[in-house]
């Protein structure tokens, strides 16, 4: 069983940076691939981006590539996801998910998901 925790959301307007972290419990955690998944107002939760379990591998959705990098310490049980370069189509409700054993884009493959934390960039 695997908990998460997202933090690090907020009011910020376009072109500047955040830092989500997401904050995991369970023995297991290292054996997951993670992601980050978004969910904007009227709008269907989507893939952003996706870890290895290793850290070593990690994917992109195209419009946050150059400007999103997600990170993992394995040794903490954290994972996080730096945004720069934030732009109004950023906002969302962005949530951490885990519980597969590769990357995937589909939510169905992930067990474990967190609260979720809202961002919200202005323009």
């Known amino acids: 069983q695997v908990q998460l925790v997202e933090s690090g959301g907020g009011l910020v307007q376009a072109g500047a940076s955040l830092m989500l972290s997401c904050a995991a419990s369970?023995?297991?955690?290292?054996?997951?691939?993670m992601a980050w998944f978004r969910q904007a107002p009227g709008k269907e939760r989507e893939f952003v981006t996706g870890?290895?379990?290793?850290?070593?591998?990690?994917y992109y959705k195209d419009s946050v590539k150059g400007r999103f990098t997600i990170s993992r310490d394995n040794a903490k049980n954290m994972m996080y996801l730096q945004m720069n370069g934030l732009k109004p189509e950023d906002t969302a409700i962005y949530y951490c998910?885990?519980?597969?054993?590769?990357?995937?884009?589909?939510?169905?493959?992930?067990?474990?998901w967190g609260q979720g934390t809202q961002v919200t960039v202005s323009s």
């Open positions: 998910a885990a519980g597969t054993r590769q990357v995937v884009a589909a939510q169905s493959a992930y067990h474990y």
């Open positions: 369970g023995r297991t955690f290292s054996s997951y691939a």
């Open positions: 870890i290895s379990w290793d850290g070593r591998g990690t």
